[in-house]
């Protein structure tokens, strides 16, 4: 089944202690991306990919850290997390950056205290 | 990106069609108008896209105005499981490799309620 899978769903923890959210596509997707949902604001961008060791920073980069190693995994980072971060993230896949049809995870909610 | 503005809320009877409408009246020629869904706190899922031409699939069909300034998107037999924020999405044409483009601005979407 075409999935984008993300870990953990959800996620309490203190400010400063850095952690990883993994996302992951088995649907050999060039273009990968994540997003914030926070209320009143919508979803908004964080940082993308377009390849393997290429990426760039979305509408809101500040605070978190991307990598792209492989081309099925795209992990979000938070070196130093704070309680502005707290939100529901969401990380999506497509072929690549222009394909109509984008595929998201089912979220990550993460809770900074 | 084109802006678009939609309803925040509208409620449907369940078992009717569900007509969602969207303004873009700043579309330019080579932006499409896409539709995702989004049901309470999921993953947003795709739902349809057009350019000029009425489009359907088996989930929803998407009405564009021949001034390509509106649009309206049709769930024909509304359910329970229908009941989800719906975002009325406009950008460029598909194909080649994005980048930023590949950027989806959500706005604040119409939040459908079907009622049994």
């Known amino acids: 089944e075409a999935q984008v899978t993300q870990n953990p769903r959800y996620l309490i923890t203190v400010t400063g202690k850095k952690l990883t959210v993994t996302c992951s596509q088995n649907?050999?997707?060039?273009?990968m991306s994540w997003y914030r949902q926070d209320p009143g604001l919508g979803l908004r961008q964080i940082y993308y990919s377009m390849n393997v060791e290429v990426t760039d920073k979305g509408d809101v980069p500040e605070g978190y850290k991307v990598s792209r190693k492989e081309k099925r995994n795209f992990p979000l980072i938070l070196e130093s997390p704070s309680p502005n971060q707290t939100s529901l993230y969401f990380c999506?896949?497509?072929?690549?950056?222009?394909?109509?049809?984008?595929?998201f995870g089912p979220g990550t909610r993460l809770t900074v205290t | 990106d084109a802006k678009t503005t939609q309803p925040p809320s509208m409620d449907c009877a369940e078992g009717r069609a569900a007509n969602l409408p969207c303004n873009h009246s700043?579309?330019?020629?080579?932006?499409?108008v896409y539709w995702y869904r989004q049901i309470h706190s999921q993953g947003p899922q795709y739902i349809i896209h057009?350019?000029?031409n009425n489009e359907t699939n088996e989930m929803a069909s998407l009405i564009i105005t021949e001034d390509r300034k509106s649009s309206t998107l049709i769930l024909p037999h509304a359910t329970l499981r229908d009941t989800a924020v719906y975002y009325c999405?406009?950008?460029?044409?598909?194909?080649?490799?994005?980048?930023?483009?590949?950027?989806?601005?959500f706005g604040k979407g119409t939040k459908l309620s079907v009622k049994p």
């Open positions: 649907m050999n997707h060039e273009y």
């Open positions: 057009g350019l000029k």
């Open positions: 999506a896949s497509s072929q690549t950056g222009l394909s109509y049809e984008q595929y």
């Open positions: 999405i406009v950008r460029v044409v598909p194909g080649g490799y994005g980048g930023s483009q590949g950027n989806l601005i």
């Open positions: 700043t579309i330019s020629g080579n932006e499409y």
